[in-house]
Nanobody
Framework: QVQLVESGGGLVQAGESLRLSCAAS????????MQWFRQPPGKVREFVAS????????DYKDSMKGRFTVSRDNAKNTVYLQMNALKPEDTAVYYC?????????????WGKGTLVTVSS
C-alpha cells in the first residue's frame, strides 16, 4: 500500500524559508520519480518540482527556479522541498506525488498535503 506523508508546512512571513518533507512507503523508493505540486486557495493544482529516482535530475516550474530546491534521501525514503524567499503568492497546500508528468491528472499517487501560509 502506497503512503505519502507530508510535513513541515506552517505560517511564515514573506522572505522566510521552509523545508517540506515527504515520507514515502512505496516499495523500491529509489526507482520512482517524486514530485511536488501545490494548490493555492481557489485555484487549480499546479506542478512545482520533481526529482528523479537517483536524485540527479530535477525539474522546476519556471517561477520556482532559484528559490525552491527539491532533493531526496533514498536511504530514508524521503523527498524534500526547500523553499526560500517565500512570497504571499506561495501560500498553498503542498502535495507530494509519484509521477512523471507535470499534469496533475497523470499523477499515480498523492499525499494528503501540508498547508503553507506566507504572510506579507
Amino acid at each position: 500500500q502506497v503512503q505519502l506523508v507530508e510535513s513541515g508546512g506552517g505560517l511564515v512571513q514573506a522572505g522566510e524559508s521552509l523545508r517540506l518533507s515527504c515520507a514515502a512507503s512505496l516499495g523500491t523508493f529509489s526507482t520512482y520519480t517524486m514530485q511536488w505540486f501545490r494548490q493555492p486557495p481557489g485555484k487549480v493544482r499546479e506542478f512545482v518540482a520533481s526529482v528523479s529516482g537517483s536524485g540527479t535530475t530535477t525539474d522546476y516550474k519556471d517561477s520556482m527556479k532559484g528559490r525552491f530546491t527539491v532533493s531526496r534521501d533514498n536511504a530514508k525514503n524521503t523527498v524534500y522541498l526547500q523553499m526560500n524567499a517565500l512570497k504571499p503568492e506561495d501560500t498553498a497546500v503542498y502535495y507530494c506525488a509519484v509521477g512523471v508528468s507535470r499534469n496533475p491528472d497523470d499523477v499515480n499517487f498523492w499525499g494528503k498535503g501540508t498547508l503553507v501560509t506566507v504572510s506579507s
